[in-house]
C-alpha cells in the first residue's frame, strides 16, 4: 500500500497578543524508516512571514523558495512588506495549479501585519484562516493541547511555551514525529528562530 510511505510530520503555528509563533519537528521519515533526524521544517518567508510545513520535503522546500522570491519581486514593485494574507494567497495559487500533480505538503502560513495572522493550506491550496492550526500525522495530538490551553492575546513566550508542548505531545504518539524542534517567533520589531533538542 503506497500510503503508509507517505512521510508523517508535525506543526503548529499559534498567534499571540502581537505575533506569531511557528513550531515544527525535526524527523523525517517513510513508512516505518526514518530518513533524517535533523530537517529543517519551518522557514521564514519574509521578516514579517513564515511557514512551517508537513509532508514531503522537497515540495516545501521548493514552495517556500518560489513564494520568497515572488514575495521580494512584490516588495519591489510595490515599496511595501508583502502582507501574511498575500504570502498564503499566493502559496494557494501554485498549489492550485498543480492540483493534478499536488505538492505534498500542508504548510501552515503565520506573520504580522496589522495584527497577528495564521492560515492553514492543503496540498490543493485550500486557504483556512484561524488563531492557531496544527498540520500533519501527530496534528491531532498537537490540537488536543492546544484547544485546552490556548487563550486569546497570550504572551510571546506563553505562546511559544505551548507551541513546544503541543509538538512534545505529538512526538510522544505518532513515530513519524520527533528529533526535535525549530520555532520560529515573529513580532513587528523581530524575527526569532531557535532549536530545540529533546
Known amino acids: 500500500m503506497a500510503f503508509q510511505f507517505m512521510p508523517g510530520a508535525t506543526a503548529v503555528g499559534i498567534s499571540f497578543d502581537n505575533g506569531v509563533v511557528l513550531a515544527s519537528e525535526k524527523r523525517v521519515s517513510y513508512g516505518n524508516f526514518v530518513v533524517n533526524k535533523n530537517t529543517k521544517k519551518t522557514f521564514p518567508v519574509t521578516d514579517k512571514v513564515g511557514a512551517a510545513c508537513a509532508g514531503m520535503i522537497a515540495d ?10 515572488l514575495a521580494k519581486i512584490r516588495k519591489l514593485e510595490t515599496r511595501r512588506n ?9 502559496m494557494s495559487v501554485i498549489m492550485c495549479e498543480r492540483r493534478f500533480f499536488p ?29 492557531y492550526a496544527a498540520v500533519g500525522s501527530g496534528a491531532e495530538m498537537a490540537l488536543g493541547v492546544m484547544d485546552g490551553e490556548y ?22 504518539r505518532d513515530s513519524a514525529s520527533g528529533d526535535g524542534i525549530d520555532v520560529l517567533s515573529m513580532t513587528q520589531s523581530h524575527q526569532q528562530e531557535e532549536s530545540l533538542t529533546l
Open 151 to 172: 487563550r486569546a492575546n497570550m504572551s510571546e513566550q506563553s505562546a511559544k511555551e505551548l507551541a513546544v508542548k503541543a509538538i512534545k505531545s505529538s512526538i510522544q
Open 82 to 90: 508583502v502582507p501574511p494574507n498575500s504570502i498564503a494567497k499566493m
Open 60 to 69: 516545501m522546500q521548493i514552495l517556500v523558495r518560489q513564494v520568497g522570491a
Open 103 to 131: 505538492l505534498l505538503t500542508q504548510v501552515i502560513v503565520g506573520g504580522i501585519d496589522n495584527k497577528p495572522q495564521i492560515y492553514t493550506l492543503d496540498p490543493l491550496g485550500s486557504v483556512l484562516p484561524d488563531e
